[in-house]
């Protein structure tokens, strides 16, 4: 579904990524891993259309994504990828219901099958009885759960997720670890990780090792 052709990234004189070639296929579950500074958060978000490569490709079912105009891919990224990351990012002014509809209100999907699709994935996600509670009522591990089913929410084709447990206390890790595996059983969801929990890479389908911006 995805394919990485020799990625390159530089910033000024840094070269943080050294030639990455990768693929993802449709259903897995792909840890990234390494030590700080190898380059993960860097490969996610260029494969996850966030950044561009400084040369190199990316090919996301067939389409190669850089190459598209920023406002095109905006709207690609909108329909095809949800993102998790370290810190929720949710809006505090707004419920959990309503934090988890605006990707979908962006997409251009009518208020009430937003609202509706939202309130079955919060369900799913066991958080029914905290659809109307704002992100400052809701523990680290629902908040978490909240920005997953955000991400979910225009059932995107992969969903990238970067350190999503970093934050999170043992248990709460583990329940977002469980989650995420039973999202790719049951719905046969994509997701590309990077990560220094060791539990959640052992979840994984595969890992990817990297170091000084290169994949071993």
Same mark, same amino acid.
């Given at each position: 579904?995805?394919?990485?052709?020799?990625?390159?990234?530089? &910033?000024?004189d840094?070269?943080?990524? %050294?030639?990455?070639?990768?693929?993802?296929?449709? #259903?897995?579950?792909?840890a990234?891993?390494?030590?700080s500074?190898?380059g %993960?958060?860097t490969? /996610?978000?260029?494969?996850?259309?966030? !950044?561009?490569?400084? *040369?190199?490709?990316?090919?996301? !079912?067939g389409?190669h994504?850089?190459?598209?105009?920023?406002?095109?891919?905006?709207a690609?990224?909108?329909?095809?990828?949800g993102f998790?990351?370290q810190?929720?990012h949710?809006?505090?002014?707004?419920?959990a219901?309503?934090?988890?509809?605006?990707?979908?209100f962006? +997409?251009? *999907?009518?208020?009430?099958?937003?609202?509706?699709?939202?309130k079955?994935?919060?369900? &799913?996600? #066991?958080?029914? +009885?905290?659809?109307?509670h704002?992100p400052?009522? /809701?523990?680290?591990?629902?908040?978490?759960?909240?920005?997953?089913a955000r991400?979910?929410?225009n059932?995107? !084709?992969?969903?990238f997720?970067?350190e999503?447990?970093?934050?999170?206390?043992t248990?709460n890790s583990?329940?977002? +670890?469980?989650l995420?595996l %039973?999202?790719?059983?049951?719905?046969?969801? *994509?997701f590309i990780?990077?990560? +220094?929990?060791?539990?959640?890479?052992?979840l994984?389908d595969?890992?990817?090792?990297?170091?000084?911006?290169?994949?071993?």
């Open positions: 579904m995805i394919e990485g052709i020799n990625i390159h990234k530089k &910033y000024g840094l070269e943080v990524l %050294k030639g990455v070639s990768l693929t993802i296929s449709r #259903g897995e579950i792909v990234i891993v390494g030590r500074g190898a %993960k958060s490969l /996610l978000h260029i494969i996850g259309t966030l !950044d561009k490569p400084s *040369t190199g490709e990316v090919i996301f !079912d389409q994504v850089h190459k598209f105009s920023d406002r095109k891919l905006s690609f990224r909108n329909k095809h990828i998790v990351f810190f929720h949710l809006l505090p002014e707004f419920t219901l309503e934090n988890v509809c605006i990707p979908a962006i +997409h251009g *999907t009518r208020p009430n099958t937003a609202m509706q699709n939202a079955e994935l919060l369900n &799913y996600l #066991g958080l029914a +009885h905290r659809l109307d704002k400052s009522q /809701l523990s680290g591990g629902e908040q978490q759960r909240v920005a997953v991400a979910l929410i059932a995107p !084709d992969a969903v997720a970067d999503p447990s970093g934050n999170l206390d248990q583990q329940d977002l +670890h469980e995420f %039973k999202l790719k059983n049951e719905r046969g969801q *994509t990780i990077v990560t +220094h929990n060791q539990e959640l890479a052992a994984s595969r890992t990817i090792q990297m170091q000084d911006g290169l994949i071993l």
